[in-house]
């Protein structure tokens, strides 16, 4: 990480990617602050530019590169963030003033000075999948879930500062504290809730996999008013044949009921979801068994990414040729 003084330095941070992401962003603009940094709001203005990077598709891996270009052609000093720095360091250049990794981003202290009235603290850094298409796990590696007591105190300072919704993330919310044994989400979410003030928490993306062992005390714990009734639970395929090659973890029927659970309990509730359409050996059948289950679960929102075999990942040695990705673009 950036250690030395920068007193004067004007810098310009483009995120790419999750919500996470643009969590760490804030932790690392507050870290360029405190050392004498000045944030402008547009990179022509800059003399270093940060780019948090994302590599969990290959469009997203091109768009991150071309941006790199372009500062390069522009003359800005680089400082390089995120998940491509760990897997893919070759194709960042030589010219990166500093490389951040995920690993020493969360090393660093949440931000001090805020405005506006939307929060992100990040509750954990990796995840305990080994899903056959994801580059991500290799980036962010295992689950290391911050303490209760650094996230509710992060959540405090952001409420006093005037924070009126504050985003909990990680690739994996849902598994927060099984690293620790003896704590998990719903602990975690009754804790935040009991904090005084005006606020309301989002929980961001929960696994199936994950949330199955604690689906009971998690909606307890959604109960409360101060939780946001929306939840993203990714599925990924509607074919349990399809989840398997992917070592998902979960069944079709599993993933049904865990949406059973909310919306029998929350009228209100909103659900998001996703699809990859195109896997490795994906039939026409395979397909067909997604857009039913899309069509059962009538999700309010739905993201559909089209296949990307990812470099370091099983899934990209099962023959996917120019034929497949032809037919997983149709499909999405």
């Known amino acids: 990480m950036v250690m030395s003084k920068n007193t004067g330095m004007r810098f310009y941070i483009k995120t790419f990617g999750c919500t996470a992401n643009t969590g760490d962003s804030k932790r690392i603009e507050a870290s360029l602050e405190a050392r004498g940094g000045v944030r402008v709001q547009h990179w022509k203005d800059a003399d270093t530019v940060v780019v948090n990077t994302c590599t969990v598709t290959k469009r997203t891996e091109l768009n991150v590169l071309r941006f790199i270009e372009k500062m390069r052609d522009a003359g800005k000093r680089l400082i390089i963030a995120g998940c491509m720095t760990v897997l893919q360091r070759d194709l960042l250049g030589d010219d990166p003033v500093e490389v951040i990794t995920p690993d020493s981003i969360t090393k660093l202290p949440p931000p001090q000075h805020l405005d506006g009235v939307i929060g992100v603290v990040n509750i954990a850094q990796g995840c305990l999948g080994s899903c056959t298409y994801c580059i991500v796990k290799g980036a962010r590696g295992d689950l290391v879930s ?108 599993e993933f049904e009921m865990i949406v059973d659970a909310f919306r029998s309990t929350f009228s209100d509730m909103t659900l998001s979801t996703d699809f990859i359409v195109g896997f490795p050996g994906e039939s026409e059948e395979d397909f067909e068994a997604s857009l039913d289950l899309l069509r059962r679960i009538k999700a309010e929102k739905v993201n559909i990414t089209r296949y990307s075999p990812r470099p370091f990942t099983p899934a990209a040695d099962e023959g996917y040729t120019g034929a497949c990705q032809e037919r997983s673009f149709k499909k999405a």
């Open 146 to 253: 911050a303490s209760t007591e650094y996230i509710t105190s992060t959540i405090k300072r952001f409420v006093e500062k005037g924070l009126r919704e504050l985003r909990i993330t990680s690739q994996d919310c849902s598994a927060y504290g099984r690293d620790k044994g003896d704590v998990n989400l719903a602990d975690l979410l009754n804790e935040i809730s009991s904090i005084e003030g005006e606020f309301r928490v989002r929980v961001g993306m929960m696994n199936p996999k994950t949330l199955l062992p604690v689906l009971d005390d998690v909606i307890d714990a959604f109960r409360n008013d101060k939780i946001f009734k929306f939840v993203h639970i990714p599925v990924q395929s509607g074919s349990d044949r399809i989840l398997s090659a992917m070592e998902r973890g979960y069944t079709v029927s």
